[in-house]
């Protein structure tokens, strides 16, 4: 099964709306945590890295203050997409490591975003 | 720095016919190589990967070897299935654990 869990999975919010996605892992925990933006037919472009307890890393181009990340405990990041438009619309996946032998990443089922 | 570039698709196959996705790898150090792969509304799955050069990496059928001289890491299976149409992503990771993905190569098959 699923060690890590998005949720939601699909969301349809309003224009100039704020919607938060959760990013869980649900059987270790994660200090470190990833979030990607996959537009249509494209590939998964990294957006910022999560870390537990101290400010999201945000890639260059992605704006922060309109993609909030909070890492609040081992186990749990958000991404709220602020005043939301449609062109945020797009398809969000998280990716967590569990750390040890080997540090596995772990990608959630992603989230479908679309932004009427 | 890091990149991956794997072949434009889409690839369109007939049931039973070989595959072979190509990607092939920029990196500093020693990176892993991983094949992912995305079904029609899904999200990633990890197919198979390998951590150090002459690894061969393997799962559904699918294999992969990781080829320092030529920096690639190709995907092959022997005989594809219509439910093997999906989008595969090469990536690699060095560290860090940010994972660097490919465009993708959609894959359909025909029965």
């Known amino acids: ?116 | 720095g890091n990149s991956v570039t794997q072949m434009e698709g889409p690839v369109t196959l007939s049931e039973e016919a070989f595959l072979t996705i190509n990607c092939t790898y920029t990196a500093t150090g020693y990176p892993s190589l991983f094949w992912y792969v995305q079904y029609p509304g899904e999200g990633l799955q990890l197919l198979l990967k390998a951590t150090k050069a002459d690894d061969k990496g393997s799962n559904k059928g699918f294999e992969a070897t990781y080829r320092k001289e030529t920096t690639s890491f190709h995907l092959e299976k022997g005989s594809v299935q219509v439910s093997d149409s999906a989008v595969y992503f090469c990536a690699l990771y060095t560290g860090g654990f940010k994972t660097i993905f490919g465009a993708g190569t959609r894959l359909f098959v025909k029965a």
């Open chain 1, 1 to 116: 099964g699923a060690v890590v869990s998005q949720h939601p999975s699909r969301v349809i919010c309003k224009s100039g709306t704020s919607v938060k996605i959760e990013c869980r892992s649900l059987d270790f925990q994660a200090t470190t945590m990833f979030w990607y933006r996959q537009f249509p037919k494209q590939s998964l472009m990294l957006m910022a890295t999560s870390n537990e307890g101290s400010k999201a890393t945000y890639e260059q181009g992605v704006e922060k203050d309109k993609f909030l990340i909070n890492h609040a405990s081992l186990t749990l990041s958000t991404l709220t997409v602020t005043s939301a438009h449609p062109e945020d619309s797009s398809f969000y996946i998280c990716s967590a490591v569990r750390e040890g032998a080997g540090n596995t990443i772990y990608f959630g089922e992603g989230s479908w975003l679309t932004v009427v």
